[in-house]
């Protein structure tokens, strides 16, 4: 797990994810409440979560992403992680509540439009099967 944890161009599928099995979602449980672990780490440990435990996962997604003093990059892959692991209105529902309670945010301003908006393009990317944050692969992984 660790090895996966480490990876830095190399996004994990979620096909190796699940191969760990459902005795590594406490392990990534820890890793993502561990606030001294690099928060690209804590991220990749909330996809390993998504593919290796669901119903975990979406208990803690829609926190995690609208937790304004978590690191941007593990509040998005919580965002993509509530696109998998939530009904479309639990997703729209629980992203709307984090802009909601974030005042003078430009979210909160906006009603949460501008985060629903980003949780739906999230949404239908992983519907399509495209990536998941290929900014945080960096150009070095471009075809």
């Given at each position: ?100 309670e974030a005042p ?14 980003q949780q739906g ?23």
């Amino acid at each position: 797990m660790q090895t996966y944890l480490s990876t830095i161009e190399r996004p994990i599928s979620a096909a190796r994810w699940k191969a760990l099995g459902p005795k590594a979602a406490p392990l990534l449980e820890g890793v993502i409440a561990d606030g001294a672990q690099f928060p690209t780490i804590r991220a990749k440990a909330v996809d390993g979560l998504i593919a290796v435990a669901p119903d975990r996962a979406a208990a803690m997604v829609g926190k995690l992403a609208r937790d304004e003093t978590e690191p941007v990059v593990v509040r998005v892959a919580a965002m993509h992680g509530a696109g998998q692991v939530l009904s479309s209105p639990r997703a729209v529902s629980e992203l709307r509540a984090g802009a909601a309670e974030a005042p003078g945010t430009r979210a909160a301003r906006a009603g949460g439009r501008g985060l629903v908006a980003q949780q739906g393009r999230l949404h239908r990317g992983a519907r399509s099967g495209g990536p998941r944050g290929e900014s945080n692969r960096g150009p070095s992984s471009a075809p």
